[in-house]
């Protein structure tokens, strides 16, 4: 009994290691333990403009992927949030520094502006289950689990009332739209590898389950309608889908049934206005790009709105070759929310805006497409790796296509980053987006230090490895749930350079960088590490006769240097709080990292011209 004990034992061993161990062969066997769950929404809306409310049916199939059986399954009621002493209105009236979007707006909503979904029933296969809303989260026991690689069919009846637009979604924008319909269904919650994300809605970020839907959306006949997916029946609704070459059979019904179907996607978003204007660019390479703004702007935004369209296509060419090939047939741009905000397969932004503006905020959002919307980082944990990494690609998309002709295209990202730390409020990457102490801290952290995450990496593997780096993040992740891990994995196999110590100083501390030259003795350079956070160093030494010379000195535990034409030195270990090399002449001026790159915090140390 002892015996075979320990050799079950021993197999489970290996095989939570993603391993099982053939015993005739000695030999391990890899397995491959990555998992995620999907989902299958049908959705039947009907809206009523007069009173902004709506009733729904959903038809959701959940198949468990997981190895695990599931007793209960959770659902986001996001518009919940939009209620006087929610979560969201609690935190907002006691945070340092509240958005001045949200302020103290939820605690004046009367009743009809309030948002909310209720759940009037829900089934699972047919047979009531149990459910009970707590704020924003429908918590439902199940009638029998769900086992591991089963589906089961979930049927919910629901009434929901859309807010007054305060975040992200709502009717009656500053700017006229009508309806801005993001985190508008009772959506399923992600479980995954960690077990449920479950954080009531705060205002921040989302996480969800790739699926399928199907959406029909019954609403008034005067009314465009834009966002997720492909519309199903544009000869029976016109307003700028139909096909001109065929017939349209336009229902003399009061209102009109909009049926989309999006492949693939975590999330549905739908916007809606009577007075939209809608505008269709078709690329060359098949994909329709779909703005929709109202026509009744002024004449300078409505310029705006045309001049972006040639530059959309502009975007979608370079983020489709920089980071990987958009895989929809559509994508669209609608006026509306509450500043810029990114979904599947669109975007809502506001539309009075400076081009500069209005290209902007089009870069950036379109630029979630990739980090988000195909790579599905969990954004309430991570939301860094969304943020960041969409600032870092727009920023470059931006400098190249509007020729801006910038060395630095994430100077800005520095600058935030380097004030963020002077004010001594920055906070770990690792923190939960929800539990920031301030939101300057958090925007700070997630869009600028984010950002850096990646240009620093230049610095420190190289550009070109980063380029790589990027590419095989998307091709390995895409349509999954990458973690930091992951970004970190990609970069050291296209590298070959170890970068867990980069990961942790970065995203999981708060040292800082700081580096200077020490002294200068003779022909001997001494340079010190006053800051935490160790870093490889680039030096450029000028000497006295005018000549200059590039030396790298890699971090002893990258085990190896980014690609360079500098002379690359001893390594050095990071324990070490000096470092010193001699060179061949007289020196006259040292200075450190020129790239500017490297987010040292404190830069006047970085020069040393001797007298």
Not at 363 to 383: K, T
Not at 452 to 472: D, M, P, R, T
Not at 511 to 522: F, L
């Amino acid at each position: 009994m002892k015996k075979t004990l320990f050799f079950v034992l021993f197999i489970s061993m290996f095989f939570s290691c993603g391993q099982t161990k053939d015993v005739t062969s000695k030999k391990l066997t890899k397995i491959n333990t990555y998992w995620q769950q999907h989902v299958d929404y049908t959705m039947d809306i009907d809206m009523d403009v007069n009173n902004y409310q709506y009733k729904g049916k959903q038809k959701l199939v959940y198949t468990n992927n997981s190895p695990d059986d599931l007793d209960r399954v959770f659902y986001h009621l996001y518009f919940n949030a939009f209620q006087p002493n929610s979560q969201m209105d609690i935190r907002s009236l006691n945070i340092k520094d509240p958005s001045k979007k949200i302020a103290d707006r939820i605690s004046r909503l009367k009743p009809n502006e309030i948002g909310y979904i209720k759940v009037n029933s829900l089934k699972q296969n047919g047979v009531a289950v149990s459910h009970k809303t707590v704020g924003t989260i429908l918590e439902v026991q199940l009638n029998q689990p769900i086992k591991s690689g089963e589906s089961v069919t979930l049927e919910m009846d629901f009434d929901a009332q859309v807010p007054i637009q305060i975040r992200r979604s709502g009717r009656n924008s500053k700017e006229g739209v009508a309806l801005s319909m993001s985190q508008w269904y009772p959506k399923l919650a992600e479980y995954d590898f960690e077990g449920w994300h479950t954080p009531p809605y705060i205002a921040r970020e989302f996480h969800g389950v790739w699926g399928d839907f199907d959406v029909t959306i019954h609403i008034d006949k005067n009314y465009t309608v834009g966002g997720t997916g492909y519309l199903q029946n544009p000869q029976e609704i016109g307003h700028g889908y139909e096909d001109k070459t065929q017939p349209v059979n336009i229902s003399n019904s009061e209102k009109l049934s909009w049926h989309f179907k999006a492949p693939n996607v975590h999330d549905f978003m739908w916007a809606a206005d009577p007075e939209y204007n809608h505008d269709i660019l078709k690329m060359e390479n098949g994909i329709d790009l779909h703005f929709l703004y109202k026509k009744n702007l002024e004449e300078k935004y409505l310029k705006n709105w045309k001049d972006l369209q040639p530059k959309t296509a502009e975007l979608m060419t370079y983020f489709s070759e920089n980071v990987g090939q958009y895989p929809y047939k559509q994508y669209s741009v609608i006026q509306g929310g509450d500043g810029g905000m990114e979904y599947a397969m669109s975007t809502l932004i506001t539309g009075k805006r400076k081009f500069g503006s209005l290209f902007g905020v089009t870069a950036h959002e379109m630029a979630h497409s990739w980090f988000q919307f195909l790579l599905a980082s969990n954004e309430s944990l991570h939301p860094w790796m969304d943020e960041g990494f969409t600032s870092y690609i727009s920023n470059k998309a931006e400098n190249e296509i509007l020729k801006e002709g910038k060395e630095n295209p994430h100077e800005g990202s520095y600058k935030s980053y380097r004030k963020l730390v002077n004010l001594e409020i920055e906070e770990p990457l690792s923190t939960h987006a929800d539990r920031y102490h301030t939101n300057k801290a958090y925007s700070t952290g997630s869009y600028s230090k984010g950002n850096i995450f990646l240009s620093q990496l230049e610095y420190v593997i190289g550009a070109e490895n980063v380029a790589k780096g990027i590419k095989k993040y998307f091709t390995d992740f895409s349509f999954k749930h990458p973690t930091p891990n992951d970004i970190k994995r990609s970069m050291e196999k296209v590298s070959g350079i170890h970068l867990d110590w980069y990961l942790n100083e970065w995203t999981q501390t708060t040292h800082t960088i700081d580096y200077g030259v020490k002294s200068i003795k003779g022909q001997t350079i001494t340079l010190e590490r006053i800051g935490k956070m160790p870093m490889p160093i680039d030096v450029e030494v000028v000497y006295a006769d005018g000549t200059k010379e590039s030396f790298n000195i890699p971090l002893e535990m990258m085990r190896g240097n980014k690609p360079t034409t500098a002379k690359i030195l001893k390594d050095w270990g990071w324990a070490y709080p000096t470092y010193s090399f001699t060179v061949s002449k007289n020196v006259k001026v040292v200075t450190i990292d020129k790239s500017r790159l490297m987010a040292d915090v404190n830069l006047e140390n970085n020069v040393f011209e001797k007298k």
